[in-house]
C-alpha cells in the first residue's frame, strides 16, 4: 500500500497542549498544529497578551489560551481544570516552556584567570540559578504529572484521532543541545537542566509503556527567539550568518526547522519513535565536543 505524504504527517483531528506557545519554539509548534488541521491547540504561558496574539493570528482558529505559570503546581491544575472544560483527552503534550540565567550565558570563564574570581562569579547568581532547575526540570515533572489523566485517555476515549488510528500519546520534552555538550557556553546549570530534560523524558518513556504514553526529545540548537535574540540577530537565521565551522548548515533554525519535526513525531510518520533524543542543530553537535 503506497504510503501518502498527506496521510503520514497529518495532525488533523489532534488536541494538544503546548507550554511557553506565546513566543519562540512553543509558538511555531503551535502555528504548526493549527495550520495543519488539529482539532483543538491549547497554549500555555504567564503572559496572556502575548498568548492571546497568538491564538488570534492562528488561520484555522484552534489555538486556544490558558495562562499558567508552569512553576506552579496550583497554577497547572487550574490550568488542567480549564482544559477539561473543553475536551476529555489531549494527545500530545509539548513542554517547552524554559528559562536562561542571562547573567551566565556566554560568560562563563574560560580563560586561565583567579579561582577567587572565577568562584566570585559562580556563587553570584542563587536566585537565577534555582529559576533554572524550577522551570527547566521541576516544572517538566509537575506537567507530565498534572497531564497524565488527560494523555492516557488519549489512548482510550471513541473520539480520540490517535486511538482510531492507533498511535499512542505522546510526551514531547523540549530541552536543549546545551543538555548534551560539555563545554558550556549557557551556564552550568542551564547545561544540567537541560540534560535532567532528557533524562526525564527517557525514564518517562521506561516508566509509562504500561499505559501506552511515548516521550521523546527533542535538543535545539541555536535558534533566535525570545531567549536568544540578544545574542543571535536575526540575520543569523540566513544562509552565511553563522560560522560553518561551528555550524556546518551555516544558518540558525528557523520556524519551519521546528514545525517540520513537531510535525513527523505528532503524525504517523513519527508513531514507532519513543525514548528517542533528536537534534536539531544544523550540525552544531558534530562541530563540538559531546558528554557522549
Keep these: 500500500m503506497a504510503a501518502l505524504v498527506s496521510d503520514l504527517f497529518s495532525v488533523s483531528g489532534l488536541v494538544c497542549v503546548v507550554t511557553g506557545g506565546g513566543t519562540g519554539i512553543g509558538k511555531w509548534t503551535a502555528e504548526a498544529f493549527d495550520a495543519n488541521g488539529a482539532a483543538k491547540v491549547f497554549i500555555l504561558g504567564r503572559r496572556t497578551a502575548e498568548l492571546q496574539k497568538v491564538a488570534k493570528g492562528a ?11 508552569v512553576t506552579n503546581r496550583e497554577s497547572l491544575q487550574a490550568a488542567v481544570a480549564e482544559i477539561r472544560k473543553h475536551t476529555t483527552f489531549i494527545n500530545v503534550l509539548v513542554s517547552n516552556a524554559g528559562y536562561l540565567a542571562s547573567t551566565k550565558f556566554m560568560k562563563v570563564p574560560h580563560e586561565p584567570g583567579s579561582a577567587e574570581d572565577v568562584a566570585k562569579f559562580l556563587w553570584a547568581s ?3 540559578d534555582k529559576g533554572v532547575f524550577d522551570t527547566n526540570v521541576e516544572s517538566v515533572y509537575w506537567l507530565f504529572t498534572a497531564f497524565l489523566t488527560l494523555l492516557h485517555a488519549g489512548n482510550t476515549e471513541e473520539s480520540s484521532v490517535y486511538r482510531q488510528k492507533e498511535i499512542d500519546s505522546q510526551f514531547i520534552a523540549v530541552a536543549s543541545l546545551s543538555g548534551l555538550l560539555k563545554k558550556t557556553l549557557t551556564g552550568y546549570m542551564y547545561n544540567a537542566s537541560k540534560a535532567a ?6 525514564g518517562v518513556s521506561h516508566d509509562f509503556a504500561h499505559l501506552n504514553i511515548r516521550a ?4 535545539p540548537g ?8 540578544k545574542f543571535l540577530p536575526p540575520v543569523a537565521e540566513k544562509r552565511g550568518g553563522m560560522p560553518v565551522e561551528t555550524h556546518p548548515a551555516g544558518r540558525t533554525g528557523t520556524a519551519e ?8 513525531l505528532a503524525s504517523r510518520a513519527g508513531a514507532y519513535m519513543n525514548g528517542s533524543v533528536i537534534n536539531i542543530d544544523g550540525g552544531h553537535l558534530s562541530m563540538t565536543p559531546s558528554v557522549t
Design 257 to 264: 526547522d521546528v514545525a517540520g519535526l513537531m510535525l513527523f
Design 126 to 128: 542563587e536566585a537565577e
Design 197 to 202: 530534560c532528557v533524562h526525564f523524558a527517557k
Design 216 to 219: 521523546n526529545t527533542i535538543c
Design 59 to 69: 488561520p484555522n482558529s484552534t489555538i486556544i489560551p490558558v495562562t499558567c505559570d
Design 222 to 229: 541555536a535558534f533566535v527567539t525570545g531567549m536568544t535574540d
